[in-house]
């Protein structure tokens, strides 16, 4: 094991388990703990063309603000650096860097022709003095040069911690502005960072909880515009939409796509009662999946598809319940104190994410399929509307601040419940919903 893959392990064993030899790429289940930023540096791409000097600069750049936002990393400044990379492909210096005590080296090549641009890049193991994996080129845009500058991180943080990144995803969301009493809701899409803003709707309704497809290329949500909600799927490229409830007679919510798309399990008001229906969206075909005198909404299928969790009123107060993904019984799985909601299955199949309100106060939570090892990731006037990163280490949700003004903004936490921060957006903004990584 090298020292690089050995310093990262010892900060992480204090937060996780490793559940794969050293053989293969380690697998790290974060838990709770303290954790040592790993050191690293990554001088300025090199410029190898006339007129990439930029962007250049700025890729290096955005490739360190998304290691540097994991929590996991910390960037020795050029400040402190001994050796300049002048070619991308000259030797490495190790003795220089191990000197200022970087324990992994980044360093990249950048070519602009017109508006085509290529970036390579290459990761080291300074204190082992070699190079993890080969190096790796991505060939785009110069108008898309962020999306670049995210994939080289993505690889980056997959070859020192073995886990798949998350950078080079989007965000959809529900975009708020104006005062409280009479606020404007659209849909947005952004980069998970919070680049790149895009509207989707215009604000003459109320939209909720938008929901991505498991291809990126679609997303759900849920539109007051006739005067009660109803449910549509919305094409991400084109902005064309359909609605997916059957006759507009009944009320339809919270919607989430199956795992191979070709199914959504959403919330359906008939006779006073709310039940979960599943329904197929070529033919239109809808199957009740629960019958019961409560109220079951914000379902949310395992990546397996293989069974559904939802929250319930049946016990008297909102609870979580997990069934089989054509209904039958359901089994409980929350039991603190409190009242659930707003469940969401981690990609990686492990954990549930979820709201709770409890003594006045709202939190982000993360429990085991069965309701075990249930752990509080916030605290706060109001959290609440947890979203998975892709590689299902980080979670988003939506904070609302106390008052009559409040404001609901966009947060993420590590599934450790470090690394607490506000996504930066310019405005307000709820619901959010994260992509899968970016074909």
Do not use: C
């Not at 199957?287 to 008297?316: H, K, W």
């Amino acid at each position: 094991m090298t020292r690089l893959f050995a310093s990262l392990l010892i900060a992480l064993l204090s937060i996780g388990q490793v559940a794969q030899a050293q053989t293969g790429p380690l697998r790290i289940e974060i838990t709770e703990g303290v954790i040592e930023p790993l050191p690293y540096a990554v001088p300025s791409f090199v410029a190898e063309s006339p007129g990439s000097n930029q962007v250049s600069q700025d890729i290096s750049r955005l490739v360190a603000e998304d290691l540097n936002g994991t929590g996991l990393f910390r960037e020795i400044p050029a400040s402190a650096h001994i050796s300049t990379i002048t070619l991308f492909g000259s030797p490495v210096q190790f003795a220089d860097w191990k000197a200022i005590n970087a324990q992994a080296l980044i360093t990249g090549g950048v070519t602009v022709s017109g508006n085509n641009l290529e970036v390579k890049f290459r990761v080291f193991d300074v204190f082992a003095g070699t190079e993890l994996g080969s190096g790796l080129r991505y060939r785009g845009t110069v108008d898309g040069w962020r999306r670049m500058a995210h994939k080289v991180a993505d690889e980056v943080y997959s070859r020192i911690t073995g886990e798949s990144g998350y950078f080079d995803s989007r965000v959809v969301f529900v975009s708020e502005t104006g005062p409280k009493n009479d606020r404007k809701k659209r849909l947005a899409i952004m980069d998970y960072d919070g680049a790149n803003l895009q509207y989707l709707t215009g604000s003459d309704d109320i939209v909720l909880a938008p929901r991505f497809s498991p291809g990126g290329d679609k997303l759900l949500y849920t539109s007051y515009e006739t005067g009660f909600p109803q449910v549509y799927e919305l094409n991400v490229a084109s902005v064309r939409r359909k609605q997916l409830s059957s006759d507009g007679s009944t009320m339809s919510f919270a919607p989430r796509y199956s795992p191979d798309g070709k199914s959504v399990v959403m919330s359906v008001t008939e006779g006073g009662n709310t039940d979960l229906f599943k329904m197929d969206i070529g033919s239109g075909k809808r199957t009740r999946l629960t019958s019961t005198p409560s109220i079951e909404t914000a379902p949310s299928f395992s990546p397996d598809g293989s069974q559904i969790v939802f929250e319930s009123d049946r016990s008297g107060t909102p609870q979580l319940y997990v069934m089989g993904a054509n209904g039958g019984d359901a089994t409980r799985i929350s039991f603190g104190q409190g009242r659930y909601g707003t469940p969401v299955w981690s990609p990686r199949g492990d954990l549930i994410a979820f709201t709770k309100q409890n003594k006045g106060r709202f939190h982000i939570g993360v429990m085991r399929t069965d309701g075990s090892d249930e752990r509080l990731l916030t605290a706060s006037f109001l959290d609440e509307g947890p979203t998975w990163a892709p590689n299902g280490r980080v979670i988003m949700f939506t904070r609302e601040t106390r008052g009559a003004d409040g404001v609901s903004a966009l947060y993420s936490v590590d599934v450790s419940g470090r690394n607490l921060k506000r996504v930066r957006l310019n405005g307000g903004g709820s619901d959010p919903s994260w992509s899968p990584l970016q074909q």
